[in-house]
């Protein structure tokens, strides 16, 4: 018996799945909403990579749905009897059937829901915190799902989404994510809230602000936990979350541009911060 006949879903473990209009398509359909989202506290990833990232890092799998092309593929096989090991639906669907739940055309050959995980800045272990990261009212989710890898990539310890923000379990926030999404830690909170939180956060705060006064390589960042407050895209930083900072870093421009994208800018001082720790060794060390 060869390895993937032996990983082959068996029949009468997968649901087999034709149209599109079936209630269970129409639910994961449904997923592409926020209030769906939000009600269930459930969201989709799609693709295999994301899926085994996932469930490595053991996120609740509630369903898995793979394309009837797909059946053949080892790796496919032996995620899907992954999935139905920790419980979820698995179904097996057509190409229209994977087009219609991730609403575009060449879907991935693999789909899952997972349930929502967020964390309690309340109740945060600040001992174990190295570089946290602040996000003011982030309104654009390829920019939130590219800062989330990005903070993964440099080992930031977890992000606050704080005030009204793009919805990181949202596909297209995930898609940027690339898997990040499942790495670090993510709390969210009103503004208030966060100020409140920031009072007992004892670390240095470094707001970046396009009228700051320090160049943001003058400061030192040896020091740990720090957190880095970034403004919203349109806005900036406001002037509550501008008054909490123990410094507004710029980070000098030449030429026409009047501000840095928020995921680039965020980038250049997640590198700069944790500039000491970064090795090309760094993953086996
Ligand atoms: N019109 C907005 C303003 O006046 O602040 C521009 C916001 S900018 C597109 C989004 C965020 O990226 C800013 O709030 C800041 O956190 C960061 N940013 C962008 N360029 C920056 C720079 N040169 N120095 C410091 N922060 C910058």
């Given at each position: ?76 096989a032996k995620t899907a009897a ?66 989330i890898r990005t903070a993964d ?133």
């Amino acid at each position: 018996m060869t390895q993937h006949t032996h990983n082959k879903p068996k029949s009468g473990q997968v649901k087999e799945i034709t149209s599109a209009a079936n209630p269970v398509i129409k639910d994961l359909r449904a997923l592409s909403q926020k209030k769906y989202r939000d009600r269930e506290g459930i969201f989709l990833a799609e693709g295999l990579k994301l899926v085994t990232d996932a469930l490595d890092l053991d996120w609740v799998i509630r369903t898995f749905v793979f394309a009837r092309t797909a059946l053949d593929n080892p790796l496919v096989a032996k995620t899907a009897a992954r999935a139905r090991a920790a419980g979820a639906l698995v179904i097996e669907a057509n190409n229209k059937v994977m087009e219609a739940i991730t609403r575009r055309d060449n879907p991935q050959n693999v789909i899952a829901v997972f349930e929502q995980r967020w964390c309690k800045a309340e109740t945060m272990d600040f001992a174990r915190q190295t570089l946290l990261l602040g996000l003011d009212r982030v309104r654009d989710p390829g920019n939130l799902g590219t800062i989330i890898r990005t903070a993964d990539a440099v080992g930031a310890s977890g992000i606050l989404l704080i005030g009204d923000t793009t919805d990181p379990f949202s596909l297209e926030a995930v898609r940027a994510t690339r898997g990040s999404v499942f790495a670090v830690p993510l709390y969210r909170l009103g503004e208030q809230k966060f100020l409140d939180w920031r009072r007992s956060f004892s670390g240095m705060v470094v707001g970046t602000h396009l009228q700051g006064a320090v160049d943001y390589r003058q400061i030192d960042y040896k020091k740990e936990p720090m957190l880095l407050l970034m403004g919203n895209e349109q806005q900036g930083l406001s002037d509550n979350l501008a008054a909490a900072c123990d410094r507004l870093a710029r980070i000098p421009q030449a030429g026409q541009a009047d501000s840095l994208n928020l995921a680039v800018a965020t980038g250049v001082m997640l590198y700069e911060m944790r500039r000491n720790h970064l090795t090309l060794d760094v993953r086996s060390a």
